[in-house]
């Protein structure tokens, strides 16, 4: 899964990613100076895992990943090509999710584009550029389409029907993911790829020293408006943890503690709300016969027969059954055997709608 992170220029977007990634790309204070989208892989911090990995005294722990995309900072106008903006557009279309980072802290040595810290009016804009562009690309859409209904194409009448749905949404403003659509519209919604339909974490980059829960306290309003409409909103002081970053995680704990900073790591809280954001649960393979104790990420509803497919192809088409035990149960435990005795190790078919937490060994032919 891949994570677009988002954002006006000089918000930090890039300092974020590199708390992230470590990848120490470059973020400077001037606009429009990173032409080039930055990628990383992040590791999904889960304690879990680790708890797991202690039972199972397995060789290796593998943990999930999330690919992240240090987007181009977008410019008002951007939906016209200004500054960076086709780039940006067409990065965006490239992810699933998307984390937007809106500036709240005041360092006056980096400018900002409005002069204000103002969360609500930069979302504004740059929601207003995602509209702009999706609505260009809806209506090169329907011209196309108009063409095929006219000679009486069924189809492409019903397509017609929905995208004109669509484009007067778009004119009064709203976003693309907030139109309702039938089921039977999924495929052109996949093809068109709006840049307004993708779900969205809210980021406030906050200064070193407030904490996260300082931040949305100070910006309340936004935060209520922002889950009011389904979005979740964390805080970051993402300078504060690109320097975390680069220490040992002892070193950094003890850092953090003595800045009265929070204890788990901002970094950590943004993970986790980018996985529920992106709709995923994660689920765990390996025993004491296995090179590794894994964490796996799958979509939220999957079964356990395509949870099987995420690990090997082979194990999808030949799976037979699935044996599961929720982690934290054979944390406690310390073993299927024991597992199994207290009747919490369970046989599932492959409809079996697979739970986070869950830890899966397959069953298979082959």
Known sequence: ??????????????????????????????????????????????????????VLETPRKVNATIDVVDIAGLAEGASRGEGLGNRFLADIRGVDA????????????????????????????????????????????????????????????????????LLAALEQGRLARGVERHPDDGPLFRELAL????????????????????????????????????????????????????LEPDDAAEFRAA???DGAGAIDVFLRAAYEVLGYITFFTGDFRSSESRAWQL????????????????????????QVVNIDDLIELRSFHAAREKALLRTEGKEYVVQDGDVINFMHTG
């Open 1 to 54: 899964m891949k994570l677009g992170i988002v954002g006006l220029p000089n918000v930090g977007k890039t300092t974020l990613f590199n708390a992230l990634t470590h990848a120490n790309a470059a973020a400077t204070a001037y606009a429009y100076t990173s032409a080039e989208s930055n990628m990383g892989v992040v590791a999904v911090p889960d304690p879990r895992l680790d708890r797991l990995d202690e």
């Open 259 to 261: 800045l009265g900073a």
């Open 98 to 165: 998307v984390a937007h980072v809106i500036r709240v802290f005041a360092n006056p040595e980096v400018a900002h584009v409005r002069e204000t810290v103002d969360p609500r009016a930069d979302v504004d804009l740059v929601e207003t550029e995602l509209v702009l562009g999706d609505l260009e690309l809806v209506e090169r859409r329907i011209d196309k389409t108009r063409k095929a209904a006219r000679s009486g194409d069924k189809a492409a009448q019903r397509e017609l029907a929905t995208l004109v749905d």
């Open 195 to 246: 840049v307004s339909d993708r779900p969205v974490l809210f980021v406030f980059n906050t200064d070193d020293d407030v904490g996260a829960a300082e931040a949305l306290v100070a910006h309340a309003p936004f935060v209520e408006w922002a889950r009011a409409r389904g979005d979740q909103v964390v805080a970051v002081a993402a300078r504060l943890e690109a320097e975390l970053a680069d």
């Open 299 to 322: 979509p939220r509803g999957w079964t356990a027969k395509q949870a099987a497919g995420r690990i090997h192809s082979d194990i999808e088409h030949g799976f037979v059954r699935a």
